[in-house]
């Protein structure tokens, strides 16, 4: 409407003056460009815009979730799991009664509410029903045989490149820290060192390689060590992961390159968990 007015008022005012409204339009449209960019700019000065928010942000647990199941995906293990619901890896694998090595298939069910081993064992109740065959023959000694299989020694025996006593931790990267890890802000569980793309990322402490991929929303690249059945930590936004699934890496030891993935700048976000919980890695790692 004020357009519009202005428009017939600047009409009146040239029909008024004896000039042809044709030949005075260059003069008119100039007056309405001036009303439009005032306009326009009061209406700019008075918008709020949403504020930008780090992606990084949408998948990260802040508490524990003790409900729901989560179905089993390609490419995801115990440890990814329990890292993304905030479990710790060996509470979790005992309410579904997975034994080690903490071997889980895609399409299980894992339940996250403390009773949660009821699920699990209909879960594997295809090799539940061969137990109730084997019943009928109790007296046979084939059946203690299974027994000592199931003790799993060769699994444990996984754990020695993993410390059991106090962990000598290193610096991942070698760029300043840009940001802190904070208990309340979303996306904020370790650490954030920035560098270029290409730059080493190394190993916090001796370990194992537990995780390695893409499945965590927020993180990229994300590559997971066990270093001890307390100890883990992570590494994201990885530009290449240099090391595999269940290999054994040693403190210093290049597991990848720093990059941007999942994120909005090249950088390395480091976390620290004990027993499941997130906790300030610099308290761990040496001064510089």
Known sequence: ??????????????????????????????????VVLSTLTLTSCA????????????????????RGVHVVRPGETLYSISWRYGWDFKTLAAANRIAAPYTIY????????????????TSRSSTAPSSPSAK??????????????VAAAPPKKTPPPSQSGPIKWHWPASGNVISQYSKTTVGQHGISIDGHAGDPVR????????????GLTGYGN???????????????????????????????????TMGASGTFRTQLHFEVRRDGTPIDPMTVLPRK
């Open 106 to 121: 895609p399409g299980q069910n894992i339940r996250l509410d403390r009773g949660g081993a009821n699920v699990s064992s």
């Open 222 to 256: 994300l590559l997971i060590i066990k270093h001890s059945e307390r100890w883990l930590s992570a590494y994201a936004h990885n530009q290449q992961m240099l090391v595999k699934e269940g290999q054994t890496v040693n403190a210093g030891e290049r597991i990848a």
């Open 136 to 149: 009928p023959q109790p007296t046979s000694k084939p059946v203690s045989k299974p027994a000592p299989t």
């Open 203 to 214: 190993a916090a402490a001796n370990g194992v390689v537990v995780y390695r991929g893409d």
């Open 47 to 66: 918008a709020t815009y949403a504020p930008v928010v780090d992606k990084y942000g949408v998948e990260s647990n802040r508490a524990q979730v003790t």
């Open 1 to 34: 409407m004020t357009y519009l007015s202005t428009y017939l008022k600047a009409t009146l005012r040239l029909k008024g003056s004896g000039r042809p409204v044709l030949f005075a339009w260059p003069m008119l449209m100039s007056q309405l460009l001036g």
